[in-house]
Protein backbone atom coordinates (compact mmCIF):
# COMPACT_ATOMS: atom_id res chain seq x y z
CA UNK A 1 0.00 0.00 0.00
CA UNK A 2 2.87 2.27 0.90
CA UNK A 3 4.30 1.71 -2.88
CA UNK A 4 0.62 2.11 -4.37
CA UNK A 5 -0.04 -1.12 -4.96
CA UNK A 6 -3.48 -1.95 -4.88
CA UNK A 7 -5.62 -3.58 -2.10
CA UNK A 8 -6.11 -6.31 -3.73
CA UNK A 9 -2.31 -7.02 -4.49
CA UNK A 10 -1.45 -6.81 -0.89
CA UNK A 11 -4.15 -9.64 0.37
CA UNK A 12 -3.08 -11.46 -2.63
CA UNK A 13 0.66 -11.48 -2.57
CA UNK A 14 1.09 -15.16 -0.85
CA UNK A 15 -1.27 -16.72 -3.36
CA UNK A 16 0.58 -18.65 -6.63
CA UNK A 17 0.22 -16.25 -10.15
CA UNK A 18 -3.07 -18.55 -11.28
CA UNK A 19 -4.53 -18.04 -7.97
CA UNK A 20 -4.41 -13.99 -7.86
CA UNK A 21 -5.60 -13.50 -11.77
CA UNK A 22 -8.52 -15.66 -10.62
CA UNK A 23 -9.14 -13.72 -7.65
CA UNK A 24 -8.50 -10.22 -9.62
CA UNK A 25 -11.17 -11.08 -11.82
CA UNK A 26 -13.62 -11.96 -9.38
CA UNK A 27 -12.96 -9.22 -6.97
CA UNK A 28 -13.89 -6.79 -10.08
CA UNK A 29 -16.93 -8.86 -10.21
CA UNK A 30 -18.15 -8.98 -6.29
CA UNK A 31 -16.79 -6.91 -3.29
CA UNK A 32 -13.93 -8.69 -1.28
CA UNK A 33 -16.11 -11.30 1.55
CA UNK A 34 -15.18 -11.12 4.90
CA UNK A 35 -14.87 -14.96 5.78
CA UNK A 36 -12.19 -16.84 6.18
CA UNK A 37 -8.90 -16.24 7.96
CA UNK A 38 -6.21 -16.41 4.97
CA UNK A 39 -6.59 -14.48 1.73
CA UNK A 40 -7.40 -17.16 -0.58
CA UNK A 41 -9.82 -19.38 1.69
CA UNK A 42 -11.52 -16.00 2.31
CA UNK A 43 -11.89 -15.40 -1.48
CA UNK A 44 -13.21 -18.90 -2.28
CA UNK A 45 -15.79 -19.09 0.55
CA UNK A 46 -17.16 -16.03 -0.10
CA UNK A 47 -17.56 -16.54 -4.01
CA UNK A 48 -19.31 -19.76 -2.43
CA UNK A 49 -21.34 -17.89 0.14
CA UNK A 50 -22.18 -14.42 -1.68
CA UNK A 51 -21.68 -15.35 -5.66
CA UNK A 52 -26.06 -16.31 -5.51
CA UNK A 53 -27.47 -13.54 -4.37
CA UNK A 54 -24.50 -11.29 -5.10
CA UNK A 55 -23.56 -11.87 -9.01
CA UNK A 56 -26.93 -10.73 -10.44
CA UNK A 57 -26.70 -7.24 -9.31
CA UNK A 58 -22.75 -6.78 -9.49
CA UNK A 59 -22.81 -8.36 -12.88
CA UNK A 60 -25.04 -5.73 -13.92
CA UNK A 61 -22.81 -3.00 -12.90
CA UNK A 62 -25.26 -1.48 -10.74
CA UNK A 63 -23.97 2.17 -9.98
CA UNK A 64 -25.12 4.71 -6.96
CA UNK A 65 -24.70 7.38 -8.80
CA UNK A 66 -24.89 8.42 -12.17
CA UNK A 67 -22.60 11.56 -14.03
CA UNK A 68 -22.75 13.26 -17.38
CA UNK A 69 -21.62 10.40 -19.26
CA UNK A 70 -24.29 8.30 -17.89
CA UNK A 71 -27.17 10.97 -18.51
CA UNK A 72 -25.91 10.54 -22.49
CA UNK A 73 -26.14 7.01 -22.20
CA UNK A 74 -29.82 7.52 -21.14
CA UNK A 75 -30.30 9.98 -23.48
CA UNK A 76 -29.12 7.60 -26.51
CA UNK A 77 -30.66 4.41 -25.17
CA UNK A 78 -34.08 6.46 -25.16
CA UNK A 79 -33.79 7.52 -28.35
CA UNK A 80 -33.08 4.02 -29.66
CA UNK A 81 -36.28 2.94 -27.12
CA UNK A 82 -38.44 4.77 -28.78
CA UNK A 83 -37.34 4.31 -32.09
CA UNK A 84 -37.75 0.68 -31.88
CA UNK A 85 -41.51 0.73 -29.94
CA UNK A 86 -42.31 3.72 -32.23
CA UNK A 87 -45.02 1.46 -33.82
CA UNK A 88 -46.29 0.13 -30.94
CA UNK A 89 -46.54 3.65 -29.19
CA UNK A 90 -48.41 4.87 -32.28
CA UNK A 91 -50.85 1.92 -32.24
CA UNK A 92 -51.89 2.89 -28.82
CA UNK A 93 -52.47 6.74 -30.28
CA UNK A 94 -56.32 7.33 -29.46
CA UNK A 95 -56.08 10.59 -27.04
CA UNK A 96 -56.63 13.49 -28.05
CA UNK A 97 -56.05 12.84 -31.57
CA UNK A 98 -56.48 9.04 -32.91
CA UNK A 99 -53.79 9.93 -35.71
CA UNK A 100 -51.10 7.65 -34.64
CA UNK A 101 -48.24 9.54 -34.54
CA UNK A 102 -47.53 9.56 -30.64
CA UNK A 103 -44.45 7.47 -31.27
CA UNK A 104 -43.01 8.85 -34.27
CA UNK A 105 -43.61 12.33 -32.31
CA UNK A 106 -41.39 11.60 -29.18
CA UNK A 107 -38.86 9.29 -31.25
CA UNK A 108 -38.49 12.80 -33.70
CA UNK A 109 -38.41 14.87 -30.11
CA UNK A 110 -35.33 12.57 -28.50
CA UNK A 111 -33.71 12.69 -32.48
CA UNK A 112 -33.62 16.08 -31.74
CA UNK A 113 -31.64 16.23 -28.34
CA UNK A 114 -28.97 13.67 -29.42
CA UNK A 115 -28.14 16.22 -31.69
CA UNK A 116 -27.53 18.77 -29.38
CA UNK A 117 -24.87 16.54 -27.56
CA UNK A 118 -22.37 16.94 -29.25
CA UNK A 119 -19.74 18.87 -27.68
CA UNK A 120 -21.45 18.55 -24.42
CA UNK A 121 -18.67 16.59 -22.02
CA UNK A 122 -19.98 17.62 -18.23
CA UNK A 123 -22.80 17.64 -16.46
CA UNK A 124 -23.91 21.55 -16.92
CA UNK A 125 -23.61 21.30 -20.85
CA UNK A 126 -25.21 17.87 -21.00
CA UNK A 127 -28.31 19.12 -19.27
CA UNK A 128 -28.43 22.09 -21.13
CA UNK A 129 -27.89 20.18 -24.53
CA UNK A 130 -30.99 18.07 -22.99
CA UNK A 131 -33.46 21.24 -22.47
CA UNK A 132 -32.30 22.93 -25.77
CA UNK A 133 -32.67 20.20 -27.71
CA UNK A 134 -36.28 19.15 -26.09
CA UNK A 135 -37.05 22.74 -26.59
CA UNK A 136 -36.54 23.15 -30.06
CA UNK A 137 -37.07 19.45 -31.57
CA UNK A 138 -40.46 18.95 -29.72
CA UNK A 139 -42.94 17.55 -32.13
CA UNK A 140 -47.10 17.01 -31.22
CA UNK A 141 -48.92 17.41 -28.02
CA UNK A 142 -46.47 13.97 -26.77
CA UNK A 143 -43.29 15.54 -27.88
CA UNK A 144 -44.08 18.43 -26.14
CA UNK A 145 -45.15 17.40 -22.84
CA UNK A 146 -42.27 14.98 -23.14
CA UNK A 147 -39.63 18.05 -23.67
CA UNK A 148 -41.13 19.49 -20.50
CA UNK A 149 -40.64 16.87 -18.06
CA UNK A 150 -36.91 16.55 -19.81
CA UNK A 151 -36.12 20.52 -19.19
CA UNK A 152 -38.01 19.63 -15.45
CA UNK A 153 -35.56 16.52 -14.66
CA UNK A 154 -32.18 19.00 -16.37
CA UNK A 155 -32.68 22.35 -14.45
CA UNK A 156 -32.55 20.21 -11.35
CA UNK A 157 -29.71 17.92 -12.04
CA UNK A 158 -27.72 20.85 -13.96
CA UNK A 159 -25.86 21.90 -10.38
CA UNK A 160 -23.83 18.88 -9.17
CA UNK A 161 -21.67 16.76 -11.42
CA UNK A 162 -23.20 13.59 -10.41
CA UNK A 163 -26.28 12.55 -8.88
CA UNK A 164 -28.00 9.96 -6.32
CA UNK A 165 -31.26 8.27 -5.68
CA UNK A 166 -32.68 11.19 -3.72
CA UNK A 167 -31.30 13.99 -6.51
CA UNK A 168 -33.04 12.29 -8.96
CA UNK A 169 -36.48 11.67 -7.54
CA UNK A 170 -36.26 15.70 -6.35
CA UNK A 171 -35.87 16.27 -9.74
CA UNK A 172 -38.58 13.76 -10.73
CA UNK A 173 -40.94 15.73 -8.55
CA UNK A 174 -39.76 19.11 -10.35
CA UNK A 175 -40.01 17.19 -14.01
CA UNK A 176 -43.62 16.38 -12.98
CA UNK A 177 -44.37 20.02 -11.29
CA UNK A 178 -43.33 21.33 -14.79
CA UNK A 179 -45.45 19.45 -17.44
CA UNK A 180 -48.56 20.10 -15.18
CA UNK A 181 -47.70 23.79 -15.52
CA UNK A 182 -47.04 23.94 -19.17
CA UNK A 183 -50.53 22.39 -20.08
CA UNK A 184 -53.56 24.44 -19.73
CA UNK A 185 -55.95 21.76 -19.10
CA UNK A 186 -54.07 18.89 -17.52
CA UNK A 187 -55.98 15.52 -18.05
CA UNK A 188 -55.68 12.90 -15.83
CA UNK A 189 -54.99 8.83 -17.28
CA UNK A 190 -52.47 10.82 -19.69
CA UNK A 191 -48.60 11.22 -19.13
CA UNK A 192 -49.25 13.74 -16.76
CA UNK A 193 -50.26 10.91 -14.20
CA UNK A 194 -47.79 8.56 -14.65
CA UNK A 195 -44.98 11.29 -14.11
CA UNK A 196 -46.52 11.88 -11.08
CA UNK A 197 -47.00 8.86 -9.37
CA UNK A 198 -43.98 7.38 -10.25
CA UNK A 199 -42.31 10.88 -9.07
CA UNK A 200 -43.91 10.22 -5.87
CA UNK A 201 -42.88 6.46 -5.55
CA UNK A 202 -39.37 7.64 -6.56
CA UNK A 203 -39.61 10.28 -3.15
CA UNK A 204 -40.91 7.92 -0.87
CA UNK A 205 -38.18 5.09 -1.64
CA UNK A 206 -35.52 8.18 -1.33
CA UNK A 207 -36.65 9.32 2.05
CA UNK A 208 -35.86 5.76 3.21
CA UNK A 209 -32.54 6.03 2.25
CA UNK A 210 -32.66 3.78 -0.53
CA UNK A 211 -30.13 3.95 -3.18
CA UNK A 212 -30.26 5.11 -7.30
CA UNK A 213 -30.85 1.54 -8.52
CA UNK A 214 -33.88 1.27 -5.70
CA UNK A 215 -35.61 4.58 -6.41
CA UNK A 216 -35.62 4.13 -10.04
CA UNK A 217 -37.17 0.70 -9.22
CA UNK A 218 -39.75 2.21 -7.65
CA UNK A 219 -40.58 4.50 -9.93
CA UNK A 220 -40.45 1.92 -12.40
CA UNK A 221 -42.93 -0.07 -10.82
CA UNK A 222 -45.58 2.88 -9.84
CA UNK A 223 -45.13 3.88 -13.30
CA UNK A 224 -46.14 0.59 -14.55
CA UNK A 225 -49.03 0.41 -12.41
CA UNK A 226 -50.27 4.26 -12.83
CA UNK A 227 -49.71 3.33 -17.14
CA UNK A 228 -52.17 0.21 -16.65
CA UNK A 229 -54.59 2.20 -14.81
CA UNK A 230 -54.75 5.12 -17.56
CA UNK A 231 -57.90 3.32 -18.81
CA UNK A 232 -59.65 3.99 -15.76
CA UNK A 233 -59.18 7.90 -15.43
CA UNK A 234 -60.01 8.59 -19.14
CA UNK A 235 -62.93 6.44 -20.62
CA UNK A 236 -61.47 6.93 -24.24
CA UNK A 237 -58.97 4.88 -23.67
CA UNK A 238 -60.64 2.40 -21.96
CA UNK A 239 -63.53 2.45 -25.19
CA UNK A 240 -60.57 1.42 -27.39
CA UNK A 241 -59.37 -1.04 -25.22
CA UNK A 242 -55.71 0.66 -24.96
CA UNK A 243 -52.86 2.26 -22.22
CA UNK A 244 -52.39 5.58 -23.23
CA UNK A 245 -49.39 6.16 -25.65
CA UNK A 246 -47.19 8.88 -24.24
CA UNK A 247 -47.76 7.64 -20.56
CA UNK A 248 -46.13 4.51 -22.78
CA UNK A 249 -43.45 6.12 -23.78
CA UNK A 250 -42.28 7.43 -20.75
CA UNK A 251 -41.99 4.39 -18.56
CA UNK A 252 -39.39 3.61 -21.52
CA UNK A 253 -37.46 6.45 -20.19
CA UNK A 254 -37.51 5.13 -16.83
CA UNK A 255 -36.82 1.39 -18.40
CA UNK A 256 -33.87 2.79 -19.84
CA UNK A 257 -32.09 4.38 -16.84
CA UNK A 258 -32.75 1.13 -14.75
CA UNK A 259 -30.80 -0.24 -17.84
CA UNK A 260 -28.30 2.47 -17.44
CA UNK A 261 -28.44 2.30 -13.72
CA UNK A 262 -28.64 -1.20 -12.85
CA UNK A 263 -28.44 -3.29 -16.48
CA UNK A 264 -31.96 -4.58 -16.15
CA UNK A 265 -32.70 -5.39 -20.08
CA UNK A 266 -35.31 -2.36 -21.88
CA UNK A 267 -38.31 -4.46 -23.01
CA UNK A 268 -39.01 -5.40 -26.45
CA UNK A 269 -41.77 -4.17 -28.42
CA UNK A 270 -44.58 -6.53 -28.05
CA UNK A 271 -47.08 -6.56 -31.38
CA UNK A 272 -50.19 -4.56 -30.08
CA UNK A 273 -53.69 -5.27 -31.94
CA UNK A 274 -55.16 -1.81 -33.12
CA UNK A 275 -57.13 -0.21 -30.86
CA UNK A 276 -61.00 0.35 -31.36
CA UNK A 277 -63.03 2.99 -32.74
CA UNK A 278 -63.55 5.96 -30.44
CA UNK A 279 -65.85 8.09 -30.93
CA UNK A 280 -66.01 11.83 -31.69
CA UNK A 281 -66.56 14.77 -29.48
CA UNK A 282 -67.40 18.23 -29.10
CA UNK A 283 -64.39 20.58 -29.39
CA UNK A 284 -64.69 21.36 -25.36
CA UNK A 285 -63.59 17.80 -24.33
CA UNK A 286 -60.51 19.12 -23.59
CA UNK A 287 -61.59 19.72 -20.29
CA UNK A 288 -61.91 15.99 -19.52
CA UNK A 289 -63.30 15.24 -16.13
CA UNK A 290 -62.57 11.53 -14.84
CA UNK A 291 -65.86 10.17 -15.84
CA UNK A 292 -66.25 11.13 -19.18
CA UNK A 293 -63.24 12.37 -21.48
CA UNK A 294 -63.66 11.62 -25.40
CA UNK A 295 -61.69 12.69 -28.16
CA UNK A 296 -61.50 16.55 -29.56
CA UNK A 297 -62.69 16.82 -32.91
CA UNK A 298 -60.67 19.92 -33.70
CA UNK A 299 -59.82 20.19 -36.95
CA UNK A 300 -55.92 21.35 -36.97
CA UNK A 301 -52.85 21.43 -34.80
CA UNK A 302 -50.82 24.43 -34.86
CA UNK A 303 -47.36 24.66 -33.75
CA UNK A 304 -44.87 27.77 -33.12
CA UNK A 305 -41.95 28.96 -31.66
CA UNK A 306 -42.91 32.12 -30.20
CA UNK A 307 -40.38 34.87 -29.28
CA UNK A 308 -41.69 36.36 -26.49
CA UNK A 309 -41.24 38.29 -22.99
CA UNK A 310 -42.40 35.67 -20.50
CA UNK A 311 -44.06 38.41 -18.76
CA UNK A 312 -46.74 37.96 -22.06
CA UNK A 313 -47.26 34.60 -21.91
CA UNK A 314 -49.91 34.67 -19.69
CA UNK A 315 -51.93 36.95 -21.37
CA UNK A 316 -51.35 34.23 -24.35
CA UNK A 317 -52.21 31.37 -23.13
CA UNK A 318 -56.10 33.01 -21.91
CA UNK A 319 -56.25 34.00 -25.89
CA UNK A 320 -55.85 30.34 -26.68
CA UNK A 321 -58.01 28.87 -24.14
CA UNK A 322 -61.29 30.71 -26.03
CA UNK A 323 -60.23 28.84 -29.34
CA UNK A 324 -59.36 25.18 -28.82
CA UNK A 325 -57.71 22.68 -26.58
CA UNK A 326 -54.71 19.85 -26.01
CA UNK A 327 -52.70 23.52 -24.80
CA UNK A 328 -49.35 23.29 -24.37
CA UNK A 329 -46.27 26.28 -24.16
CA UNK A 330 -43.37 24.95 -22.85
CA UNK A 331 -40.28 27.07 -22.55
CA UNK A 332 -38.94 30.53 -21.05
CA UNK A 333 -36.23 33.38 -21.60
CA UNK A 334 -38.07 34.45 -24.01
CA UNK A 335 -38.68 31.59 -26.45
CA UNK A 336 -41.52 29.35 -26.13
CA UNK A 337 -42.72 25.95 -27.98
CA UNK A 338 -46.56 26.78 -28.53
CA UNK A 339 -48.85 23.50 -29.34
CA UNK A 340 -52.98 24.00 -29.96
CA UNK A 341 -55.64 21.87 -31.54
CA UNK A 342 -58.03 24.25 -33.05
CA UNK A 343 -60.71 25.30 -36.03
CA UNK A 344 -59.41 28.74 -36.35
CA UNK A 345 -55.79 28.49 -37.40
CA UNK A 346 -56.09 32.23 -38.39
CA UNK A 347 -56.82 33.36 -34.71
CA UNK A 348 -54.03 30.98 -32.80
CA UNK A 349 -51.57 32.93 -35.12
CA UNK A 350 -52.63 36.08 -34.47
CA UNK A 351 -52.54 35.21 -30.71
CA UNK A 352 -48.69 34.88 -30.87
CA UNK A 353 -48.29 38.31 -33.36
CA UNK A 354 -50.23 39.93 -30.02
CA UNK A 355 -47.47 38.92 -27.55
CA UNK A 356 -44.38 38.75 -29.79
CA UNK A 357 -43.19 36.98 -32.77
CA UNK A 358 -43.71 33.58 -34.18
CA UNK A 359 -41.54 31.90 -36.39
CA UNK A 360 -41.30 28.16 -38.19
CA UNK A 361 -45.18 27.68 -37.69
CA UNK A 362 -46.55 24.28 -38.90
CA UNK A 363 -50.14 23.20 -39.65
CA UNK A 364 -51.51 19.89 -39.49
CA UNK A 365 -54.86 18.72 -40.77
CA UNK A 366 -55.79 16.63 -38.45
CA UNK A 367 -59.25 14.96 -39.74
CA UNK A 368 -56.82 14.20 -42.84
CA UNK A 369 -54.16 12.66 -40.71
CA UNK A 370 -56.55 10.65 -38.42
CA UNK A 371 -58.15 9.27 -41.74
CA UNK A 372 -54.48 7.82 -43.44
CA UNK A 373 -53.69 6.26 -40.30
CA UNK A 374 -56.75 4.41 -40.52
CA UNK A 375 -56.53 3.26 -43.99
CA UNK A 376 -53.00 2.13 -43.37
CA UNK A 377 -54.42 0.38 -40.32
CA UNK A 378 -56.97 -1.30 -41.70
CA UNK A 379 -55.58 -1.98 -44.72
CA UNK A 380 -55.63 -5.55 -45.72
CA UNK A 381 -52.35 -7.39 -45.12
CA UNK A 382 -49.94 -6.69 -48.45
CA UNK A 383 -50.07 -9.85 -50.93
CA UNK A 384 -46.67 -11.91 -50.03
CA UNK A 385 -44.11 -11.17 -53.04
CA UNK A 386 -42.90 -14.08 -55.64
CA UNK A 387 -40.52 -16.44 -54.05
CA UNK A 388 -37.13 -14.23 -54.99
CA UNK A 389 -33.96 -15.82 -55.80
CA UNK A 390 -30.85 -14.30 -54.20
CA UNK A 391 -29.94 -11.38 -56.61
CA UNK A 392 -26.70 -9.09 -55.88
CA UNK A 393 -29.10 -5.68 -55.63
CA UNK A 394 -32.97 -5.65 -54.11
CA UNK A 395 -35.02 -2.70 -53.53
CA UNK A 396 -36.88 -1.87 -50.70
CA UNK A 397 -40.15 0.91 -51.16
CA UNK A 398 -42.18 2.59 -48.98
CA UNK A 399 -45.47 2.67 -50.50
CA UNK A 400 -49.55 2.84 -49.62
CA UNK A 401 -52.36 1.53 -51.44
CA UNK A 402 -52.48 -2.56 -52.63
CA UNK A 403 -52.35 -1.38 -55.98
CA UNK A 404 -49.08 0.30 -56.05
CA UNK A 405 -47.99 -2.06 -53.93
CA UNK A 406 -49.25 -4.87 -56.81
CA UNK A 407 -47.39 -2.64 -59.14
CA UNK A 408 -43.95 -1.89 -57.20
CA UNK A 409 -43.97 -5.84 -56.83
CA UNK A 410 -44.31 -6.30 -60.23
CA UNK A 411 -41.60 -3.85 -61.31
CA UNK A 412 -38.88 -5.83 -59.13
CA UNK A 413 -39.45 -4.29 -55.61
CA UNK A 414 -38.92 -7.19 -52.97
CA UNK A 415 -39.42 -5.69 -49.87
CA UNK A 416 -42.44 -3.26 -49.14
CA UNK A 417 -43.26 -1.12 -46.42
CA UNK A 418 -46.63 0.28 -45.16
CA UNK A 419 -45.74 4.24 -44.99
CA UNK A 420 -47.45 7.62 -46.22
CA UNK A 421 -47.59 11.55 -45.79
CA UNK A 422 -48.82 11.39 -42.15
CA UNK A 423 -47.95 7.28 -41.30
CA UNK A 424 -44.12 7.68 -41.93
CA UNK A 425 -42.51 4.01 -40.64
CA UNK A 426 -39.91 3.96 -38.30
CA UNK A 427 -35.88 3.14 -38.83
CA UNK A 428 -36.91 -0.22 -37.41
CA UNK A 429 -39.35 -1.59 -39.89
CA UNK A 430 -37.37 -0.30 -43.12
CA UNK A 431 -34.13 -2.02 -41.18
CA UNK A 432 -36.29 -4.99 -41.10
CA UNK A 433 -37.46 -5.02 -44.70
CA UNK A 434 -33.38 -4.13 -45.35
CA UNK A 435 -32.57 -6.93 -43.63
CA UNK A 436 -35.36 -9.71 -45.45
CA UNK A 437 -34.12 -8.76 -48.78
CA UNK A 438 -32.47 -11.59 -50.74
CA UNK A 439 -29.40 -8.87 -51.24
CA UNK A 440 -26.23 -7.98 -49.94
CA UNK A 441 -26.96 -4.85 -51.76
CA UNK A 442 -30.17 -2.95 -51.35
CA UNK A 443 -31.83 -0.05 -52.63
CA UNK A 444 -34.28 1.65 -50.91
CA UNK A 445 -37.23 4.15 -51.96
CA UNK A 446 -38.72 6.39 -49.60
CA UNK A 447 -41.15 7.79 -51.92
CA UNK A 448 -41.67 10.70 -49.10
CA UNK A 449 -39.54 13.52 -48.08
CA UNK A 450 -40.33 12.86 -44.34
CA UNK A 451 -38.91 9.48 -45.06
CA UNK A 452 -35.78 10.00 -46.34
CA UNK A 453 -34.01 10.95 -42.91
CA UNK A 454 -35.70 8.26 -41.47
CA UNK A 455 -34.53 5.57 -44.39
CA UNK A 456 -31.28 7.14 -44.25
CA UNK A 457 -30.51 6.03 -40.44
CA UNK A 458 -30.88 2.65 -41.86
CA UNK A 459 -27.09 2.26 -43.31
CA UNK A 460 -24.81 2.78 -40.05
CA UNK A 461 -27.93 -0.12 -38.43
CA UNK A 462 -27.14 -3.10 -40.93
CA UNK A 463 -24.43 -5.42 -42.38
CA UNK A 464 -25.59 -4.78 -46.31
CA UNK A 465 -24.39 -2.31 -48.56
CA UNK A 466 -27.52 0.14 -49.16
CA UNK A 467 -28.36 3.27 -50.79
CA UNK A 468 -30.98 5.68 -50.45
CA UNK A 469 -32.42 7.20 -53.40
CA UNK A 470 -34.17 10.69 -52.42
CA UNK A 471 -37.68 10.07 -53.98
CA UNK A 472 -40.23 12.50 -53.05
CA UNK A 473 -43.17 10.78 -54.06
CA UNK A 474 -45.01 7.58 -55.80
CA UNK A 475 -44.45 8.44 -59.36
CA UNK A 476 -40.62 9.15 -59.16
CA UNK A 477 -40.42 5.53 -57.29
CA UNK A 478 -42.48 4.24 -60.60
CA UNK A 479 -39.57 5.85 -62.96
CA UNK A 480 -36.72 4.70 -61.15
CA UNK A 481 -37.51 0.75 -60.74
CA UNK A 482 -37.87 1.09 -64.96
CA UNK A 483 -33.66 1.37 -64.85
CA UNK A 484 -33.71 -1.33 -61.97
CA UNK A 485 -31.00 -4.02 -63.02
CA UNK A 486 -31.29 -6.34 -60.16
CA UNK A 487 -27.84 -8.32 -61.26
CA UNK A 488 -25.77 -5.02 -61.36
CA UNK A 489 -24.54 -4.06 -58.23
CA UNK A 490 -25.81 -1.48 -55.95
CA UNK A 491 -23.95 1.75 -57.26
CA UNK A 492 -24.73 1.50 -61.19
CA UNK A 493 -28.30 1.22 -59.51
CA UNK A 494 -28.12 3.90 -57.68
CA UNK A 495 -26.58 5.92 -60.00
CA UNK A 496 -29.06 5.07 -62.97
CA UNK A 497 -32.23 4.87 -61.02
CA UNK A 498 -31.65 8.43 -59.15
CA UNK A 499 -31.52 9.66 -62.76
CA UNK A 500 -34.49 7.95 -64.04
CA UNK A 501 -36.52 9.67 -61.41
CA UNK A 502 -34.90 13.40 -62.09
CA UNK A 503 -36.51 12.93 -65.14
CA UNK A 504 -40.46 12.57 -64.22
CA UNK A 505 -42.45 15.28 -63.32
CA UNK A 506 -45.57 14.53 -60.83
CA UNK A 507 -48.68 16.27 -60.09
CA UNK A 508 -51.44 15.03 -57.74
CA UNK A 509 -55.00 15.96 -57.04
CA UNK A 510 -56.43 16.14 -53.92
CA UNK A 511 -59.33 18.23 -51.53
CA UNK A 512 -59.29 21.48 -50.12
CA UNK A 513 -59.82 21.43 -46.08
CA UNK A 514 -60.39 24.88 -46.00
CA UNK A 515 -61.01 27.83 -47.88
CA UNK A 516 -57.95 29.87 -48.84
CA UNK A 517 -56.14 31.20 -51.26
CA UNK A 518 -53.41 30.04 -53.92
CA UNK A 519 -51.27 31.09 -57.32
CA UNK A 520 -54.33 29.41 -59.22
CA UNK A 521 -57.33 31.25 -57.44
CA UNK A 522 -59.55 31.31 -54.19
CA UNK A 523 -59.90 27.98 -52.78
CA UNK A 524 -63.01 26.98 -51.10
CA UNK A 525 -63.28 24.33 -48.69
CA UNK A 526 -64.52 20.75 -50.51
CA UNK A 527 -62.63 21.85 -54.05
CA UNK A 528 -60.27 19.83 -55.86
CA UNK A 529 -56.67 21.55 -56.01
CA UNK A 530 -54.37 20.10 -58.35
CA UNK A 531 -50.47 20.01 -56.76
CA UNK A 532 -46.89 19.86 -58.42
CA UNK A 533 -43.50 20.43 -56.61
CA UNK A 534 -44.48 24.42 -57.54
CA UNK A 535 -47.53 24.12 -54.87
CA UNK A 536 -50.88 24.51 -55.88
CA UNK A 537 -51.59 24.96 -60.29
CA UNK A 538 -55.32 24.32 -60.49
CA UNK A 539 -58.68 24.80 -58.58
CA UNK A 540 -62.26 23.42 -59.84
CA UNK A 541 -65.45 22.06 -57.88
CA UNK A 542 -64.97 19.11 -60.07
CA UNK A 543 -62.24 16.54 -59.97
CA UNK A 544 -61.98 15.52 -63.74
CA UNK A 545 -62.15 19.32 -64.14
CA UNK A 546 -58.90 19.76 -61.87
CA UNK A 547 -57.04 16.70 -63.21
CA UNK A 548 -57.42 18.38 -66.47
CA UNK A 549 -56.36 21.49 -65.43
CA UNK A 550 -53.04 19.88 -63.48
CA UNK A 551 -52.09 18.22 -66.80
CA UNK A 552 -52.35 21.37 -68.89
CA UNK A 553 -49.66 22.33 -66.64
CA UNK A 554 -47.66 19.28 -66.75
CA UNK A 555 -47.81 17.87 -70.08
CA UNK A 556 -46.31 19.36 -72.95
CA UNK A 557 -46.19 18.10 -76.56
CA UNK A 558 -43.00 17.06 -75.89
CA UNK A 559 -44.17 14.13 -73.89
CA UNK A 560 -44.52 11.00 -74.57
CA UNK A 561 -45.92 8.93 -71.77
CA UNK A 562 -49.15 10.19 -68.88
CA UNK A 563 -49.53 7.40 -65.88
CA UNK A 564 -52.66 7.94 -63.86
CA UNK A 565 -52.78 6.04 -60.47
CA UNK A 566 -56.17 5.72 -59.51
CA UNK A 567 -57.06 6.57 -55.29
CA UNK A 568 -59.81 6.74 -53.27
CA UNK A 569 -62.44 8.96 -54.95
CA UNK A 570 -61.59 8.36 -58.18
CA UNK A 571 -64.28 7.11 -60.66
CA UNK A 572 -64.35 5.25 -64.01
CA UNK A 573 -66.54 8.96 -65.61
CA UNK A 574 -63.24 11.34 -64.16
CA UNK A 575 -60.82 8.56 -66.09
CA UNK A 576 -62.58 8.51 -69.16
CA UNK A 577 -62.68 12.51 -68.86
CA UNK A 578 -58.62 12.94 -68.12
CA UNK A 579 -58.44 10.21 -71.31
CA UNK A 580 -59.93 12.10 -73.64
CA UNK A 581 -58.80 15.19 -72.54
CA UNK A 582 -55.20 14.15 -73.20
CA UNK A 583 -56.28 12.37 -75.96
CA UNK A 584 -57.69 16.18 -77.58
CA UNK A 585 -54.91 18.50 -76.27
CA UNK A 586 -51.99 16.22 -76.23
CA UNK A 587 -52.53 13.83 -78.63
CA UNK A 588 -48.65 12.79 -78.89
CA UNK A 589 -48.88 11.95 -75.67
CA UNK A 590 -50.64 8.38 -74.87
CA UNK A 591 -52.24 7.53 -71.46
CA UNK A 592 -51.44 4.69 -68.81
CA UNK A 593 -54.53 3.96 -66.16
CA UNK A 594 -53.10 2.30 -63.17
CA UNK A 595 -55.58 1.43 -59.66
CA UNK A 596 -53.24 2.24 -56.77
CA UNK A 597 -55.96 2.77 -54.35
CA UNK A 598 -53.94 5.16 -52.02
CA UNK A 599 -55.92 7.26 -49.43
CA UNK A 600 -56.45 11.02 -49.81
CA UNK A 601 -55.14 11.71 -53.70
CA UNK A 602 -58.12 10.62 -56.57
CA UNK A 603 -54.93 10.79 -58.53
CA UNK A 604 -51.56 10.69 -58.91
CA UNK A 605 -49.49 11.33 -62.14
CA UNK A 606 -46.17 11.07 -63.61
CA UNK A 607 -45.44 12.66 -67.09
CA UNK A 608 -42.70 11.28 -69.30
Not at 136 to 142: D, F, H, P, Q, T
Not at 188 to 197: A, F, K, Y
Not at 310 to 324: K, L, M, S, Y
Given at each position: ?9 A ?6 G ?10 W????P ?6 H ?5 G ?9 S ?19 L??R ?7 E??N ?7 P ?10 T ?5 G ?7 M ?19 G ?31 A ?20 R ?10 A ?14 A ?7 T???L????E??V ?28 P ?48 W????D ?18 D ?8 L ?7 I ?18 P ?45 S???I ?8 A ?15 A ?37 N ?7 A ?6 E ?11 A ?7 Y ?5 N ?14 A ?9 H ?28 EAS????H??Q???P ?6
Amino acid sequence: MRFGAPFTRARTRWMLGFQRRFVRRWEWLIDMPNEGCLPHTSQTAGMASKLAARVSIALMGTVERLDARGLREVVLGYRDALRAHQEQLNRLNVYPVPDGDTGTNMALTLESVVGELDGADDMGTTCKAISHGSLMGARGNSGVILSQVLRGLTDALKASDTFDGAAFAEALRQASDAAYQAVMRPVEGTILTVVRESATAAGAAAANDQGLAEVLEAARAAGEESLARTPELLPVLAEAGVVDAGAAGYVLLLDVLMHVAAGRPVPEPEPVAAPAAVRPAPSSSAHVEPDGATVSDLRYEVMYFLEAPDETIPAFRNVWAGIGDSIVVVGGDNLWNCHIHTDDIGAAVEAALDAGRPRNIRVTDLAEQVEEERWVREAPPDEPAPPAEPVPTAVVAVATGEGIRRIFHSLGVQQIVAGGQSMNPSTQQILEAVDAAPADQVVVLPNNKNIIPVAEQVDALTTKQIRVLRTTGIAEGFAALMEYDPQSDVEENAASMAEAAARVQSGEVTRAVRDATSPAGPVAEGDYIGLTSNGIVAVAPDLGEAACALLEHLVTDEHEIVTAIEGDGASPADTRHITEWVAEHRPEASVEVHHGGQPLYPYLFSVE
